[in-house]
C-alpha cells in the first residue's frame, strides 16, 4: 500500500483562494459554514520568525447532516456499475442520505488497464476511483469505506491531495518473514499436559497447517517439481505440511493404501532405489525448514494393500481385512518393533518434523507412537504427533485432525460427505464453544461436559482430503472469522486459500490447479487470506496464546447493535484486543456497531486509546477513555472486521 503526502504547495494555494474570497465581502455566516472543510493536520510549514507551526488542512464535506453533496459519475461508460451502486447503496446506509443527480463534489469511477490494481485520489473536484478492473474497482472501495466511513458521526469528509494506491506486484504480500524453523537443538519443550506425558516442541504454538497431496497438485506432481509449492505457501504464511502419504502405492493403491512405511513411491521421487528416494524426500524437508516450514508425514497404521511384500515375508504380521486389504495384527511384537523402527528412522533420514497418523488412535492406540516420539527424543530429534480421530490427551497425541467435530449433530462420516464450517453454518457459538467445550476434542469426552474442550489445542479443520465438497469458496469467514483468528490451529485442505476450482467428489482425487491462484478475483481473495494470517503472526501475545485449558482461552464476546448473523468476539493480551466483527447477512447494511468490552479484555483503566483497522493498517484515530465505549465500521458481506484497540498512556 502506497500513500503520497499531499504537496505543501496545494495546501498554501487553498489557503489563499480562501483568504481572497474572505476578503471580497463573504459573511460570517458563510464563512463559518465554509471551515466545516477545514481542519489542522500535522504538516509542517514556517512563520515569519522561522518558527516551524501546524498548517491547516483543507478537506472537501461530502455529507453533512445526512445530506449528500456530491454526485457519482461513471467515466467509462457502463463500467462496473453494479461496484458503483454497491459503494452508493454503503453511504447511503450509514449516513441516511439520499445521492442527488448533481452536487459540488464527485466521485467517479474510470477503467485504467495501465494499473495492476487500483487507485484512490482526491482533488477539488472530488474523489477518483481508478482500477484495471471491475474487481479492483471494489477493492478501493472497500478501502475507502474503511478508512473515511468508520464511527457514528454524521458527516464525511475527505483530504485534498489525497492519493492511495494498490499495485498487486509491488504491494502483494510475502509472509516468508515472518517463519522460522527451529532446530530440535535449540527447541523448548512444553509440558503439554501439565505432567510431563506429552513434551511438544515449542513451534506447536505458532502452526498454520495445509494439507498437500503433491502428486494432484498441478505445479509438478513429484518432489523435484514441488518446491515452488513451499515457495507459495511460505509466502502465504504457512509454516506446516502435512503431506499425504509419501509410500509405494503397489498395485490397487491410492497411497492411503500402500505397501508400507519403509518404501517411499517412486512417483513421487522419480527413482527405484530406495536409498535415493529417501534423500530426495530429505533435499525436500531441508528446503521447507529454510523457508520456516515444517514438514508432517501421513503414516497408515490399519495395514498394506493385499498380496503385498510384506504380506508374503511375514504373514503372521497380519489378521483379517481393514479396508478391504491386509490388516496389522497389533498383537504381534515383531510388527510392533518393525512399525516403531521404521517411522523413527523415516524421521532420521529426513528430518521430518511429524506424523499424522490415519485412523489413530483406533488401531495401534497410544503405546505405538508414544515409543516413536520417545526414542527420537532421546537421539535429540522433537516431533508432534497428530491423530485423526479424537484422542484422550494424556498421553501421545498433540491434538487431533479434527478438533472442532460437533458429534452431536454430526459424525466424521457425515462432515465428509456434507461438509460444514461449523461456527458459520453448522449452529455452533464460537465463544459458547471455547468456554464451555461445545463441539471440541473427541467423542467420547464431548459425552461429559466437565472434561470436554479442556486440552490446550485444538485445531479448526476447514477441509481435508475426505471431504467431497469444498467449505470455503472465497468466504472470509470461514476461513478466517472461524480459523485464522480465533483460539485455533487452522487447518485446511490445498487450494482453499485461493479458492480453487472443484467438483463434488472425494477432493483427494481431484487435481488442483495452482493457475487458479492468478485468476484476479481468486488473486484478491488470496491477498486477504494472506492478510489475516500477517495479522496472525504479527500479534503472537494475542493469536498464539494458549491455556494450558482451552475454556481459559483469551477470547470474549463482543456485544453488536445490529445483529449481522455471527456472534462477534475479541481476542487480546497485555494493552491491546482485536475486534473480530462478522458480516454474515446480505440483506442488512454493511455497518456495524459494537461494544468495546474493555473490562473483559483487560484494557480498561487507560487515558486513551488508538484504534486502527487490520485490513488496512492505517490507525483510524486517537481518543480519550470517555469515548471508546463503542465502534463502528465498515464489514463487507461474508467478511470481518480486524479492529486493534492499544491502550497507551
Known amino acids: 500500500?502506497?500513500?503520497?503526502?499531499?504537496?505543501?504547495?496545494?495546501?498554501?494555494?487553498?489557503?489563499?483562494?480562501?483568504?481572497?474570497?474572505?476578503?471580497?465581502?463573504?459573511?460570517?455566516?458563510?464563512t463559518e459554514t465554509e471551515t466545516k472543510t477545514e481542519t489542522v493536520t500535522e504538516t509542517e510549514t514556517e512563520t515569519e520568525t522561522g518558527e516551524e507551526t501546524e498548517a491547516e488542512e483543507i478537506k472537501m464535506l461530502l455529507i453533512d447532516n445526512s445530506k449528500a453533496d456530491f454526485s457519482i459519475v461513471l467515466n467509462d461508460e457502463g463500467f462496473c456499475t453494479g461496484k458503483a451502486n454497491k459503494f452508493a447503496d454503503a453511504l447511503c446506509s450509514r449516513y441516511g442520505c439520499q445521492i442527488p443527480d448533481t452536487g459540488k463534489y464527485r466521485i467517479s469511477f474510470s477503467k485504467d488497464e495501465s494499473q495492476n490494481g487500483w487507485r484512490i485520489t482526491t482533488d477539488t473536484e472530488g474523489v477518483h476511483f481508478s482500477a484495471s478492473s471491475g474487481n479492483y474497482i471494489n477493492c478501493a472501495a472497500e478501502e475507502f469505506l474503511r478508512r473515511f466511513t468508520y464511527g457514528e458521526e454524521t458527516t464525511l469528509s475527505v483530504p485534498y491531495g489525497l492519493s492511495v494506491s494498490y499495485d498487486y506486484e509491488k504491494d502483494k504480500i510475502n509472509n516468508t518473514s515472518l517463519l522460522s524453523y527451529i532446530p530440535s537443538d535449540r527447541v523448548k519443550l512444553l509440558d503439554t499436559t501439565g505432567d510431563g506425558k506429552i513434551m511438544s516442541p515449542e513451534w506447536i504454538e505458532s502452526l498454520v497447517i495445509v494439507e498437500l497431496r503433491l502428486l494432484t497438485a498441478s505445479t509438478g506432481g513429484m518432489l523435484k517439481d514441488s518446491y515452488d509449492l513451499l515457495d507459495f505457501y511460505a509466502e502465504a504464511g504457512v509454516n506446516c505440511i502435512w503431506l499425504t502419504p509419501i509410500y509405494e502405492y503397489g498395485p490397487g493403491g491410492n497411497g492411503y493404501g500402500n505397501t508400507g512405511a519403509h518404501k517411499i513411491g517412486e512417483n513421487l521421487?522419480?527413482?527405484?532405489?530406495?536409498t535415493e528416494g529417501w534423500e530426495e524426500m530429505r533435499k525436500f524437508v531441508e528446503y521447507a525448514h529454510g523457508k520456516g516450514i515444517y514438514i508432517l508425514f501421513d503414516v497408515i497404521t490399519w495395514g498394506v494393500m493385499k498380496n503385498s511384500e510384506l504380506t508374503k515375508s511375514h504373514p503372521d504380521w497380519f489378521s483379517g481385512e481393514a479396508w478391504g486389504n491386509a490388516a496389522f495384527n497389533w498383537k504381534n511384537d515383531e510388527l510392533k518393533e518393525w512399525f516403531i523402527s521404521t517411522c523413527t528412522e523415516n524421521i532420521e533420514k529426513t528430518g521430518a518434523d511429524g506424523f499424522r497418523c490415519d485412523c489413530e488412535p483406533n488401531y495401534t492406540g497410544y503405546d505405538v507412537f508414544e515409543e516413536i516420539r520417545a526414542r527420537l527424543a532421546a537421539k535429540g530429534k522433537y516431533i508432534i504427533v497428530i491423530s485423526e480421530d479424537g484422542s484422550n490427551r494424556k498421553r501421545t497425541y498433540d491434538f487431533e485432525q479434527d478438533g472442532v467435530l460437533w458429534y452431536a449433530k454430526r459424525d466424521r462420516g457425515g462432515v465428509y460427505v456434507d461438509p460444514l464450517v461449523w461456527y458459520v453454518d453448522g449452529g455452533l457459538d464460537i465463544v459458547d464453544s471455547v468456554k464451555k467445550g461445545t463441539g471440541l476434542g473427541s467423542a467420547g469426552l464431548q459425552n461429559t461436559k466437565k472434561q470436554t474442550g479442556r486440552a490446550k489445542y485444538y485445531t479448526n479443520c476447514i477441509t481435508n482430503h475426505d471431504y467431497q465438497r469444498r467449505t470455503v469458496c472465497g468466504n472470509r469467514l470461514k476461513i478466517g472469522y472461524a480459523a485464522i483468528t480465533a483460539p485455533f490451529i487452522p487447518l485446511w485442505y490445498m487450494g482453499d486459500e485461493f479458492n480453487c476450482s472443484w467438483r463434488p467428489a472425494v477432493q483427494y482425487d481431484i487435481t488442483v490447479d495452482y493457475a487458479d491462484a492468478d485468476k484476479e478475483e481468486n488473486r484478491i481473495f488470496l491477498e486477504d487470506v494472506k492478510r489475516m494470517i500477517n495479522v496472525r503472526r504479527t500479534y503472537p501475545e494475542i493469536f498464539e496464546y494458549w491455556a494450558d485449558d482451552h475454556r481459559n482461552s483469551n477470547i470474549c464476546r463482543v456485544e453488536m447493535k445490529e445483529n449481522k448473523g455471527l456472534t462477534a468476539y475479541a481476542r487480546y493480551a497485555d494493552n491491546k484486543a482485536v475486534l473480530i466483527i462478522p458480516n454474515n447477512d446480505e440483506r442488512k447494511s454493511p455497518y456495524v456497531t459494537a461494544a468495546v468490552p474493555l473490562d473483559d479484555c483487560g484494557i480498561s483503566g487507560y487515558e486513551k486509546y488508538r484504534v486502527t483497522d487490520l485490513w488496512s493498517g492505517e490507525t483510524l484515530y486517537e481518543t480519550d477513555a470517555e469515548h471508546i465505549e463503542t465502534v463502528a465500521a465498515y464489514v463487507p458481506y461474508q467478511s470481518f472486521s480486524m479492529i486493534l484497540i492499544e491502550g497507551i498512556e
Open 1 to 30: 500500500m502506497s500513500r503520497l503526502i499531499k504537496p505543501l504547495s496545494l495546501l498554501l494555494s487553498f489557503l489563499t483562494l480562501i483568504s481572497v474570497i474572505s476578503a471580497c465581502g463573504k459573511t460570517t455566516e458563510q
Open 269 to 274: 521421487t522419480g527413482t527405484k532405489d530406495q
